[in-house]
């Protein structure tokens, strides 16, 4: 289940938290993908089918979850271009104190 949460920052700390999230879960991937890949590397046999299987399995769920974050990180940065470089628009509202829920 993913949740949605939420917390403020100064504007002035939007980049270094965006770039902090990135570095976060390109490590978790990376991590991920080397382990995955020293069984990729070496297992296509009979033998070993299942264990590729399931590598290849686990190798897209990391890849779908780090496409997840990217995208993420693309939502604030454009909420941030337009907060730093359009600051004749409105604000968007302040959403405090609450934890969306969403079941995927």
Known sequence: ?????SYSVELE????KVGE???HEKN???DKKQELELILNN???DEALGHVSKAIHEYRLAMTSFDIKLHEISNILNGYYSIRYNP???APE???DEIK???E
């Open 94 to 96: 302040q959403e405090t």
């Open 43 to 45: 297992a296509f046999t």
């Open 28 to 30: 978790k991937f990376d």
């Open 13 to 16: 700390q939007v980049l270094e």
């Open 1 to 5: 289940m993913r949740v949605n949460i």
């Open 21 to 23: 999230l990135y570095h």
């Open 101 to 103: 829920v969403e079941n």
């Open 88 to 90: 004749d628009l409105p």
